[in-house]
Nanobody
């Protein structure tokens, strides 16, 4: 099974930016859809962005215009550029496949937005 290692999180002020990276342990070329998820304290994990093999993207309404997902199949990586961070973006961020169905979850990377 593929394993994911997320990185790039941190503590930032509102309005700040971060670039999250996800490294897969093997090729994701055949994975039709990859996604970034997040889980805030006391809340369920939610999908925030997805990208297909044809590089079509989808974002949940609350992050549209601020988050940008990308994938590099040659490097087996998926990235998430986050701009104009808000306190409500505070969460642990994870990447995983959507199609095929999600595999084991990595440890995620913590994003904390605070003044």
């Amino acid at each position: 099974q593929v394993q994911y290692v997320e990185s790039g999180g941190g503590v930032v002020q509102p309005g700040g930016s971060l670039r999250l990276s996800c490294a897969a342990s093997r090729s994701i070329f055949s994975f039709s859809i990859m996604g970034w998820y997040r889980q805030a304290p006391g809340k369920e994990r939610e999908l925030v962005a997805q990208i297909t093999g044809a590089y079509s993207t989808y974002y949940r309404d609350s992050v549209k215009g601020r988050f940008t997902i990308s994938r590099d199949n040659a490097k087996n990586t998926v990235s998430l550029e986050i701009d104009s961070l808000k306190p409500e973006d505070t969460a642990v961020y994870y990447c995983n496949s959507i199609i095929p169905r999600p595999g084991p979850w990595g440890k995620g990377t913590q994003v904390t937005v605070t003044s």
